[in-house]
DNA sequence: GATGAATGAGATTTCATTCAT
DNA sequence: CATGAATGAAATCTCATTCAT
């Protein structure tokens, strides 16, 4: 019995899995508004109503997918530090990053445009968001300090904001010159 | 007559210029699929139908708002030169670029919600913004040239992309530290 | 004057007439729901609100052009007659039938589609061609009964549907034979 | 399982017709135009968004209409012939036609306020009923033939021109004595 | 009389969501 | 759990009609 629960319950998370993963795609790929409950199902090959037995509606369903995908990716930057990051261990994070969003295009497209979404109830994902990035930028911020820069948070937030940038450019621009630009980055950040 | 159908002309590209900046605010607002025709008619204070007598459809609407925004705030900035631009002149330029921002946010907003929404027919609207565009970026591409940096356009991408990520992060983000970060770029940067 | 009163009243007689064919021409050729004001306002070179000064309504336009156009065609039919009417009369009746058909090919369309369109307050309409068509019907009548049939009033009733068939199928298939058909009505009918 | 997806399917024919047979009964009421699908919901007992299930648009909705309707009462009338026909078969053949006319008074006004529609696409639907009315066509002109009429093309097509006629008044007018006109007909024409 | 901008009721269509099977 | 037919609110867009000029 015990282990039909189990089953059931990867069953079901396996699922769940499915629809936002399928949704996560169309929504990349339509736009949140214009993507139907039925793009997403029949991308995903199930019955339309099936989404509504693991999210409570196609809001609650994009939200999950920005915030689990945010605690996913962004989840296990901080990784290793024994107290002090070297210049080495911060390029690596910043490689890391970029791999990160180099294979998950579809989401970061989603990210972005839920967040220049005005409308849209961000607070709940904003603060899983916000739980989950506020370590790394301390991270970024103490690697500042440990070189001595004279306003660090300032420079963690336009390293960011570049960041932001370079990223958002890469997403919708097919041409975007992403190794160049990072070759940059490195040699003039770094 | 000739007179009476001059100030006709007139009024109607009033007209036309008042549902323009509605529809801007409640755009940027609510953002393009949510905010309704009833919405920006309500906010103009006119009737629901008249949008329909100066545009084709909201979609067309919108993409002269952005087309037509970007031509007045981006149109008149490669002004100036003799040729060579200096430092000073250079400052003067991002100063200005900056203030555009700021003084323009429903637009800057309505203009970066619209390049990330993957619906919506872009094509005619990026042949507008890319005539508008390409001289200011020649202008400084030549700067950076005449400063014999050694691969100008990669860092005039570059520097795009971190103003783009300033000003989204500006625009969606209340608490930017704007001013702070605007120092901080006049000093590493310039 | 007077003189310029007459002036004026013809003008404005024109112009109805003008509004009335260009209405006509549309109504034909869109159908009278999907052809609208603005439609026959643009094919009369005129200003939208004009038709109002003229008709109370896109109906009432319609209708006088119905019940104004039959007058015109089938009002004159009843002439010659000194009470006995010939094989040679009636043959000619028929035959200026068909040629007032033949040339208004517009108004018969119109005056078809609106008799067989459910909507449409037909009332009035109605009396007007009913008092115009009872004279006719009845000369025919009598022809048939100098031709000493059994039961004229079904023969007529009969041959009017008969003209109704021809008519319409003329009106609305490019290829109908009329000619042909004419031929071999007169051969067999009269 | 398949009998499940039996049932279904079943059961959505059923509406389908449910949809259809609602909607011909408020085309044929109010006009195509003027009937809303509001109307037809209504009068079917069901929600508006539903008729969207089961037709591309209302046009679609109403040439369906059409086109299934005349398969329907004019698909089996070439059905007997061993290939020569009788007086006695040609009688039944115009009977089975009246009747069917007669039970079915508002598919045929629909049908023929339709073909007289100018607006509306009317190319596919008449492919349809093309297809479906080429045999009983030539049906008639065999007969015609076996009759040694001269020109037994355009008899037949006096005779279809004839049937129309009677139909459409009998169609729009109330009073329209059909007994006495058929009588008529039979004993002239057959 | 003539104009055409403005109105707003109303039509078609879409789609998130529910729920009986 | 899964299905997909059904719902109905709401959005875009049209157009007859009015009225200030």
Avoid at 62 to 70: D, Q, Y
Avoid at 80 to 99: A, M, P, Q, R
Wanted: aromatic share 14%.
């Amino acid at each position: 019995m015990r282990q039909n629960k189990k089953v059931g319950e990867d069953a079901k998370a396996q699922k769940r899995k499915q629809i936002m993963i399928a949704a996560m795609e169309m929504f990349a790929q339509k736009g949140y508004h214009t993507c139907t409950i039925s793009d997403i199902t029949k991308h995903a090959g199930i019955a339309k109503g099936l989404v509504y037995n693991y999210f409570d509606s196609k809001e609650d369903l994009m939200l999950k997918i920005v915030a689990e995908g945010f605690t996913l990716l962004i989840g296990g930057l901080d990784a290793n530090s024994d107290g002090i990051i070297t210049k080495e261990e911060f390029k690596n994070f910043v490689d890391l990053l970029f791999k990160k969003v180099e294979s998950n295009k579809y989401y970061w497209r989603l990210y972005y445009s839920i967040l220049l979404q005005p409308d849209i109830d961000k607070e709940k994902v904003f603060k899983t968001i916000e739980e989950i990035y506020q370590p790394v930028f301390q991270m970024v911020v103490d690697y500042y300090q440990s070189q001595n820069k004279e306003n660090p948070v300032a420079e963690v937030v336009l390293w960011q904001s570049l960041l932001d940038g370079i990223v958002l450019n890469y997403l919708y621009n097919e041409n975007y010159p992403l190794d160049e630009i990072k070759q940059v980055v490195y040699q003039k950040f770094i």
